[in-house]
């Protein structure tokens, strides 16, 4: 749990100081690859922290979380893909960046739960 939560810490204090950065874009491009280095931190953490769950629960509970990654990753996509058709201008990017990391980040919270429910 603890080694979890360090990279759970991690990724929030580096998408924080991303955040930073992103205020102080000037350009669309800076924009949306700032943003896409925030998701991508995120889900590197999700896939660390995932890693940890997998190796610290008995099969059923894992066969269950399993179950409920699946499906958080059908909506993810689908919620990417409503942004997309919704913004097909210069922001649409940008906006599906957020969207993702937000979700993504809310995902390493939840998993985190499960460990310390363990």
Request: glycine content about 2%.
């Amino acid at each position: 749990v603890d080694e979890a939560q360090g990279i759970y810490n991690s990724l929030l204090c580096y998408n924080e100081e991303l955040e930073q950065e992103l205020q102080n874009a000037t350009t669309q491009q800076q924009m949306d690859d700032i943003t896409a280095q925030m998701f991508r931190n995120s889900d590197d953490s999700l896939n660390r922290i995932w890693h940890i769950v997998k190796y610290n629960s008995d099969e059923t509970e894992f066969a269950q979380i399993l179950e409920e990654q699946k499906s958080w990753i059908t909506e993810k996509e689908a919620e990417a893909e409503q942004i997309r058709a919704a913004n097909n201008g210069s922001l649409a990017e940008m906006d599906v960046n957020i969207r993702l990391n937000d979700l993504t980040e809310e995902r390493c919270r939840v998993l985190l739960e499960y460990l310390k429910d363990l």
